[in-house]
């Protein structure tokens, strides 16, 4: 009898995922720390590593909420985004549900791109070593979606 072989290659990556949202109070499931002031509950997620995923999934969501991602990689390096997936609430000029990419650390910095609906399979990079990922629905059904970033000295907004 033959033996199968297999190997298996481990990525060390942040990942945030949000598997549920209750009504009363911000209650969320994360394989991340929550901060103090947590992501979409009026603070905003720090993810300082070169590379990670951020991730939501939810299937139904009770009440509007915000939710906002910094993420932070060295100095000389740009962030680079790619969409593996994204399926949230779509309506009219996006005001059913939105992720905005910012060029900073705020929502003061150049946005470089709003998406609603199902979109995928995007590159974003940053003109410097910070973005913010800012996250809208209202409540509603929604898969959610997948962002992979990583630290590059790639070109700008791709």
């Known amino acids: 009898m033959a033996k199968i072989l297999t190997a298996q290659c481990f990525l060390l990556a942040i990942m945030l995922v949000i598997d549920r949202v209750k009504t009363q109070g911000d209650e969320y499931n994360s394989t991340t720390p929550l901060y103090p002031e947590g992501p979409c509950s009026g603070g905003t997620g720090l993810l300082r590593r070169p590379e990670g995923q ?17 993420i932070e990689v060295d100095k000389d390096k740009r962030v680079s985004l790619h969409f593996s997936s994204i399926d949230i609430i779509k309506c009219k000029q996006c005001s059913c549900g939105k992720i905005n990419i910012y060029d900073g650390s705020d929502s003061s910095a150049v946005m470089i791109k709003s998406i609603c609906g199902n979109y995928s399979h995007d590159n974003i990079t940053s003109s410097g070593n910070t973005v913010l990922v800012y996250y809208a629905a209202v409540s509603g059904n929604t898969l959610g979606f997948m962002i992979t970033y990583s630290s590059t000295q790639g070109k700008l907004f791709t």
């Open 54 to 70: 951020l991730s939501m999934r939810t299937t139904y969501i009770s009440v509007d909420m915000t939710c906002q991602w910094k």
